[in-house]
């Protein structure tokens, strides 16, 4: 069974390497991605797991807008 820790580490590295491959469209997939998984740990009462997941999306959000800022 997948557990949190794995899909964290699944996400960080799916967020680096979009970044450095500059897939902006990628990265805003891992987003939304991350923010249903946010709303379902919301859902079941687990504070620390959103948190988790809000700072990954954040992370993704942040690396999107430094890449469009690059393109421009």
């Known amino acids: 069974m997948l557990t949190i820790e794995q899909l964290v580490g ?3 590295r799916t967020i680096a390497e ?5 897939d902006r469209e990628g990265l805003r997939r891992v987003q939304l991605a991350l923010a249903v998984l946010m709303e379902a740990a ?17 992370r993704s959000a942040n690396l ?9």
Request: some cysteine.
């Open 10 to 12: 699944y996400c960080e």
């Open 18 to 22: 979009r970044h450095l491959a500059g």
């Open 42 to 58: 919301q859902s079941a009462g687990d504070k620390e797991t959103a948190r988790r997941l809000q700072l990954l999306a954040a």
């Open 64 to 72: 999107q807008e430094q890449l469009e800022g690059e393109g421009a």
